[in-house]
């Protein structure tokens, strides 16, 4: 058990513990000393510490209090701030002309909240490496028409370039966990379409696949949009969600938007 620091379900804790895999991650990150990187979890530092030895002191935010003293004593200059990711303001750690790059071994539970506060911090945000389950990396990266296309499918594909690049089998942490994972890379590179509002796009994406096996008209009838539907023109409504393409639905959103009008 890593120093005695029992991982705690409530956080979602699975604590990395297998060095091979440990240097895989760090070597797929590639960051340099210059590079403003935030780590999401450190836990017991198995992978801080990988990375502190490459980059030497760098910024990570823990909820965990039980875990702080370790890490300040065993990487004097790791600047830790003990709050919850999701109640941090990225911008605030941004440096001028300088994005930030996020690593994690995030908690499961919350692996979707989490990106969901990347897209809206994605100014500030070159890069995220994160370890997810196995399964929501599949639905990540999911193409048009199958099974796992869906609502972070389609938003990733908007906002990112997203890379499975590995799986990771159960064994490699403690205490095992019952599904395998995988590193993705997200790259914040691409430009959002101008001609229409982040929030807007994400919530037709959501509505639109609010009723998966029904079609658009109807799932949008079930939304805050339902008002609106009705103004839709020249758009094929009768098709469901999982058939829709990134332009499809950037098309959908400028028609339900400027029907507001």
Not at 223 to 233: L, R
Request: contains cysteine.
């Amino acid at each position: 058990m890593p120093d005695k620091i029992r991982p705690l379900k409530r956080f979602g804790q699975n604590y990395l513990i297998d060095n091979n895999i440990i240097n895989k991650i760090v070597e797929t990150f590639d960051p340099l000393s210059d590079q403003t990187i935030i780590e999401i979890g450190p836990g017991t530092g198995a992978l801080t510490k990988s990375l502190f030895d490459k980059i030497g002191p760098y910024t990570v935010i823990e909820i965990d209090t039980r875990v702080i003293e370790i890490l300040k004593n065993e990487l004097p200059g790791l600047r830790i701030i003990n709050k919850d990711f999701l109640d941090i303001d990225l911008k605030e750690l941004a440096e001028p002309n300088k994005k930030l790059r996020i690593i994690g071994n995030i908690p499961y539970n919350i692996t979707s909240s989490i990106i969901f506060k990347l897209f809206s911090s994605r100014n500030f945000v070159s890069d995220a490496l994160l370890m997810v389950q196995y399964e929501v990396a599949k639905r990540m990266t999911a193409q048009r028409g199958t099974k796992d296309y869906g609502i972070l499918s389609v938003l990733l594909d908007y906002f990112t370039q997203t890379e499975i690049c590995f799986k990771i089998s159960p064994n490699v942490f403690y205490p095992k966990p019952n599904v395998w994972s995988a590193i993705v890379h997200l790259r914040f590179d691409k430009d959002a379409d101008k001609s229409i509002n982040d929030d807007n796009f994400i919530k037709v994406v959501k509505a639109s696949f609010g009723n998966r096996r029904k079609t658009l008209k109807n799932s949008l009838s079930n939304s805050i949009f339902s008002d609106k539907i009705s103004k839709v023109k020249n758009f094929p409504l009768e098709k469901r969600a999982e058939e829709l393409t990134t332009d499809d639905f950037i098309t959908l959103t400028r028609l339900l938007v400027e029907s507001n009008s």
